[in-house]
């Protein structure tokens, strides 16, 4: 069972940089892949960022979000990580990372989700 944890949330002014980290635990964690998704208040949870656990690292960006936030691992402490910048109220959500196995078509590990709240 693999375990999931997110910190780095928290409350800023448009504008400003966050970053999440998501901690992995738990038995072998060799995923395919990890992202981050988003649920704001009366919306679908959406999908921001992904990124390969294995090689040079293959990362997906949705247009919200492209050229704002990065991506990145850090394969050893099997932690990711999303840097948020430049960040506008319409990026205020409950933010989950998750991640998928090998042989899966989706992401059966998700944390417990962390709120960012950008203030205008």
């Known amino acids: 069972q693999v375990q999931l944890v997110e910190s780095g949330g928290g409350l800023v002014q448009a504008g400003a940089s966050l970053r999440l980290s998501c901690a992995a635990s738990?038995?072998?964690?060799?995923?395919?892949?990890v992202g981050w998704f988003r649920q704001a208040p009366g919306k679908e949870r959406e999908s921001v960022a992904s990124i390969t656990w294995g090689g040079a690292g293959i990362t997906y960006y949705a247009d919200s979000v492209q050229g704002r936030f990065t991506i990145s691992r850090d394969n050893a402490k099997n932690t990711w990580y999303l840097q948020m910048n430049r960040m506008t109220p319409e990026d205020t959500a409950v933010y989950y990372c998750?991640?998928?196995?090998?042989?899966?078509?989706?992401?059966?590990?998700w944390g417990q989700g962390t709120q960012v709240t950008v203030s205008s």
């Open positions: 998750a991640s998928r196995p090998v042989a899966y078509r989706g992401y059966t590990s």
């Open positions: 738990g038995r072998t964690f060799s995923p395919i892949a």
